[in-house]
């Protein structure tokens, strides 16, 4: 970005509206510049203008503390605002700014404050941001966030990066430029905003340390683990084939018992499908036997569907003929209807051909009569023609004769008028002669009254520069006599801190800093060198109680693994035993069950003595003398297998149990021996870091000086010994932050007093540059006193003369020379009004004379057209009565003829003509129609 112009209006010192063109000449081509003044003349306010345009803020306030500062409407507010840099007394200000964006478009964004209706102690009102283009003045982004993300997009720098890189803040390059070597790199960091790689290269270096600690590691655990030779290999792979065949003979005894056990599921299933079958059986014979009934009455109805579609055939026929006959009734009601009609009609055409020939006999007898009739009609329409025409043009004589009198009549009124104004206008004029003066030379009466009013406004600023003068000339003595005063006081301050500076530098040469530094380097080195091998120390313990514990647990794994191991065996022995033993009962149990199975107890119950057994033929039956004997037999051996079927059931879940315990502890016996490599693996990492840190670790508390000695080896004392070299480290680098503490407060003391006497000293060449400017401006303003005193004596000559000239004018309007020291404004307005009221009634008195003499031919010319009106009206009433009674000799011959209107309005009604009144070719037209076919 390329920053264009600056602008802005009271921020902070500067008041007036200010403006700096760096595209223009000489700044354009100067490549280099400084903005040089004395302290508080603005300097900096120009570059937080800057800032606050584009983002808002400024460097001033943007500080990490939280606190507030009063404002003048009464409210205090937060030293974060950047409204706070508007100038005391001021009730608004802005700053603008004009620059080229990354994408090579020139913008001007601009921030504004106000406080409420202007007033210096109103309440600061929100500030207003706008962003626009310069080409083409379009608005890009108005709205504080809108037009910071706008500006950060187009610049590409955000404040933090702006404030960093463009523009530095006042006194952070010189607090770098002063501080101390061990310091700078840290005050580098806060200004250029770095601290963030400083944070990431330790990340970096702890996470490699603890990385390259955990390779290691791992490294010693792959060491730790050793090959077997071939004789130990040779009995793990025997081992490995016995347990295989092992597991192949358990596998397919295990499938054998699942297959004895599916045969059992099936022979339950079948017999269960088997019940269930005959119990659906029964319920379907009972269903069927009920529905007996139903079954005929579906039979009966499967022999009468085949009549169905006849029956519906049938209905439909029925139905047409119904509608038919409804359809027949009505037709021959309309037949006989229509019959009638016919009747009627011949009745009405014989009285109508009748009532035609009698009107054709009518037309015969009248036809010359009306031909004549007709004659006379169109005659009397003529002659009432001529007569309206005659009537209107006697109307339209009778008005221009009006119109011609009304004008008459308005023209001597106006000259009546217009007589009597002009002597009314004439004797104003004549008894206001004396304005005559005014009227002529109202010109050169404003001319003097202008230049009275320039010479008095001069000769009070002449005035008013003398006192002023005056003034100056007082108010710089005074401040050259406090100047000189302050001068002295500033000049034996500045001698008092060239002792402080003195006594202070005297005192930090007796301390040994950069000795002291080094050492305290010396022992902050061996101390963290000597935490890293505590903390090692602490993993070996750590590592060594982990193992003892993980040692302990195996040899507890172990033992579990053995007791169930002999679980199992005793758990398997039972249960071939019980299975034996119900494999042996199995049969004569089931043998027993079909004994006494239902079948068999029918078949029992039809044996007889001496008869052949209907199954074996035999006639003995040794059964029936003790028939409950075969049930004793047969629930024992239920009994037994029952019992056999929950000790096998018993040993089962014991087995399983046994078989999960065996499983868990060996689980916690491999992890037991993971957890044992690991620890081992960690104990002697942990020595071998030690052993690798013991050189290096004993180098530097040998030259940190540092009383003891450092154990060679980790043992149960390390630990202590450590610790005890550790706090004499810490105790070490106590002792010596105390002087190294002085030494910096008496560099920051001499820093403070070297500024401030850099401060008093360019402030006493300030004083006395100030004390050289107003001794000539004090000369000056006495010499000025001086001339406009003259200058103010000569004006007051001059309004003297102008009064006399301007008197005879104020007179002609009544007026006196002290109304104008009252009211100059108002005597102007009346000297001008007075000669316009005069001149305009001169002028009137003009314009009634010339309307006399336009009115005199105006009213002559009116008299000879009223008097030709007049001939006209009477011509038109001699033509009027003329038309007037030829009309009425031709309407009295037509009703000659007709004997009156009544008589020919009783023969149209008598034969049926109609329009009784109109005239009789519409009549016989009427006719001649009726007539034709």
Same mark, same amino acid.
């Given at each position: ?8 209006k009271n ?7 200010f ?5 223009a000449g ?5 490549g ?15 570059l ?24 003048p ?17 001021a009730?608004g200000?802005?700053?603008e ?14 921030w504004e404050?106000?406080?409420?209706r ?20 379009s ?19 955000t ?14 390059f010189?607090?770098f430029l ?18 963030i ?28 683990? #050793? =090959? @077997? ?7 793990? $792979? !025997?081992?490995? %084939?016995q347990?295989?065949? +092992?597991? *192949? ?10 297959g ?24 379907a014979?009972?269903?069927r ?40 009734? #009505? =037709? @021959? ?7 009638? $009609? !016919?009747?009627? %009609?011949?009745?009405?055409? +014989?009285? *109508? ?6 009107a054709?006999d ?12 007709e ?34 009549a ?22 206001q002669?004396?304005?005559?003066l005014l ?43 406090a ?10 301050r500045r ?20 000795a002291l530094?080094?050492?305290?380097i010396?022992?902050?080195r061996?101390?963290?060198?000597l ?26 794994a172990?033992?579990?693994?053995s ?6 065996v ?14 042996e009962?199995?049969?004569?149990a089931?043998?027993?069950d079909e ?19 209907p ?9 029936l003398?003790?028939?409950s004997a ?35 502890g060996?689980?916690?016996q491999a ?30 508390c ?7 000695s450092?154990?060679?080896g ?15 480290a ?18 920051t003391?001499?820093?403070s ?8 000293g ?25 001339e406009?005193t ?19 004018f ?7 020379v ?18 316009t009221e005069y ?11 010339m309307?006399l ?6 009213r ?5 057209s ?5 001939a ?7 033509l009027l ?24 309005d009783?023969?149209c ?11 009789l070719?519409?009549?016989r ?9």
């Amino acid at each position: 970005m390329r920053i264009l112009a600056i602008r802005g209006k009271n921020l902070a010192s500067l008041a007036a509206p200010f403006e700096i063109d760096l595209a223009a000449g000489p700044l354009a081509g100067s490549g280099l510049f400084a903005i040089t003044g004395e302290t508080g003349a603005g300097k900096s306010t120009i570059l937080d203008a800057l800032c606050l345009a584009l983002y808002g803020e400024y460097p001033r306030v943007s500080v990490n503390r939280r606190e507030n500062t009063p404002d003048p409407s009464g409210e205090a507010i937060s030293i974060h605002d950047g409204r706070a840099i508007l100038r005391r007394g001021a009730g608004g200000g802005y700053a603008e700014v004009d620059f080229v964006g990354q994408d090579g478009e020139r913008y001007r964004v601009r921030w504004e404050a106000n406080r409420a209706r202007g007033r210096a102690d109103g309440r600061l009102q929100n500030e207003q941001r706008a962003l626009y283009r310069l080409d083409d003045g379009s608005a890009v982004a108005t709205g504080k966030t809108q037009v910071r993300e706008a500006v950060e997009a187009r610049t590409d720098l955000t404040f933090d990066q702006f404030r960093r890189t463009v523009l530095l803040a006042q006194g952070e390059f010189d607090a770098f430029l002063l501080a101390a070597e061990s310091e700078r790199a840290e005050l580098l960091e806060k200004i250029t905003g770095t601290e963030i790689y400083a944070a990431i290269s330790v990340r970096v270096h702890d996470g490699t340390e603890a990385r390259r600690r955990i390779v290691e590691q791992l490294e010693q655990r792959r060491n730790d683990v #050793g =090959l @077997l030779d071939d004789e130990a290999r040779q009995a793990v $792979l !025997d081992e490995q %084939s016995q347990l295989a065949s +092992t597991v *192949a003979q358990k596998s397919a005894e295990r499938d054998q018992h699942n297959g004895r056990l599916d045969h059992f599921k099936r022979v339950a299933a079948a017999r269960s499908d088997l019940a269930r079958a005959e119990a659906q059986a029964v319920a379907a014979r009972t269903t069927r036997e009920a529905a007996a009934d139903e079954y005929r009455s579906l039979a009966e109805f499967d022999l009468v569907e085949p009549l169905r579609p006849l029956a519906v055939d049938l209905q439909n026929a029925r139905r047409t003929a119904a509608e038919a006959k409804s359809r027949l009734d #009505g =037709l @021959l009601v309309a037949r006989e209807k229509a019959r009638t $009609l !016919d009747a009627a %009609s011949a009745t009405q055409l +014989t009285d *109508a051909a009748t009532a035609n020939v009698a009107a054709e006999d009518v037309l015969k007898n009248f036809g010359p009569l009306w031909s004549e009739a007709e004659r006379l009609d169109t005659e009397l329409a003529a002659a009432r023609t001529e007569f309206n025409d005659a009537m209107e043009k006697s109307q339209q004589a009778e008005a221009t004769l009006r119109d011609k009198a009304d004008a008459l009549a308005t023209i001597d009124q106006a000259l009546g008028q217009t007589s009597e104004l002009h002597r009314t206008t004439a004797a104003q004029l004549k008894n206001q002669s004396d304005r005559i003066l005014l009227a002529d030379r109202l010109s050169d009466a404003m001319d003097l009254l202008a230049k009275r009013g320039a010479l008095k406004q001069d000769h009070a600023t002449a005035t008013s520069e003398a006192v002023g003068a005056e003034e100056t000339a007082t108010r710089l003595q005074g401040e050259i006599a406090a100047l000189s005063e302050k001068l002295t006081e500033d000049r034996g301050r500045r001698d008092g801190l060239n002792r402080d500076i003195g006594d202070r530098r005297d005192g930090l040469a007796g301390i040994d800093e950069a000795a002291l530094h080094e050492r305290d380097i010396d022992l902050q080195r061996a101390l963290e060198t000597l935490r890293e091998a505590s903390t090692v120390c602490e993993q070996l313990i750590r590592a060594s109680a982990d193992l003892t514990r993980r040692e302990s647990e195996h040899t507890l794994a172990t033992q579990e693994v053995s007791t169930a191991e002999s679980q199992i065996v005793e758990a398997e022995a039972d249960q071939l035993r019980d299975r034996t033993a119900r494999a042996e009962i199995v049969p004569i149990a089931e043998l027993a069950d079909e004994a006494v199975s239902s079948e068999a107890i029918h078949l029992r119950s039809l044996l007889a003595p001496n008869l052949a057994c209907p199954v074996c033929g035999s006639p003995d039956h040794p059964h029936l003398a003790h028939p409950s004997a075969l049930n004793e037999i047969a629930t024992r051996l239920r009994r037994r297998r029952d019992e056999l079927d929950t000790l096998l059931t018993a040993t089962g879940q014991r087995l399983d149990a046994a078989t999960r315990a065996l499983s868990a502890g060996e689980a916690r016996q491999a992890e037991t021996i993971r957890g044992i490599d690991v620890a081992r693996g960690q104990v002697l990492a942990a020595k071998g870091a030690y052993g690798e840190q013991w050189p290096l670790l004993n180098d530097l508390c040998t030259k940190a000086q540092i009383a003891g000695s450092v154990p060679p080896g980790l043992d149960d004392q390390a630990a202590s010994k450590l610790a005890a070299l550790i706090a004499v480290a810490i105790a070490e680098r106590l002792a010596i932050a105390s002087p190294l503490a002085d030494a910096r407060r008496l560099r920051t003391e001499i820093d403070s007093l070297q500024r401030e006497h850099d401060a008093l000293g360019e402030a006493i060449e300030t004083i006395t540059r100030s004390i050289d400017q107003r001794r000539p401006d004090f000369h000056a303003a006495q010499l000025k006193a001086t001339e406009y005193t003259v200058q103010a004596a000569g004006l007051a000559e001059r309004l003297i003369s102008i009064r006399r000239e301007i008197t005879p004018f104020l007179a002609a309007a009544g007026l006196a020379v002290d109304d104008l020291d009252v009211d100059p404004t108002g005597v102007s307005v009346t000297l001008s009004i007075v000669a316009t009221e005069y001149a305009g009634l001169r002028a009137r008195v003009g314009q009634l004379e010339m309307t006399l003499q336009h009115l005199a031919p105006e009213r002559a010319a009116a008299g000879a057209s009223l008097e030709h009106a007049q001939a006209q009206v009477t011509a038109a009433a001699l033509l009027l009565d003329q038309r007037r009674m030829a009309e009425e000799e031709k309407a009295r011959a037509r009703a000659e003829l007709l004997e009156g209107p009544r008589a020919r309005d009783e023969i149209c009604q008598r034969y049926s003509v109609p329009g009784g009144r109109r005239s009789l070719r519409r009549g016989r037209r009427w006719i001649g129609d009726r007539q034709r076919p």
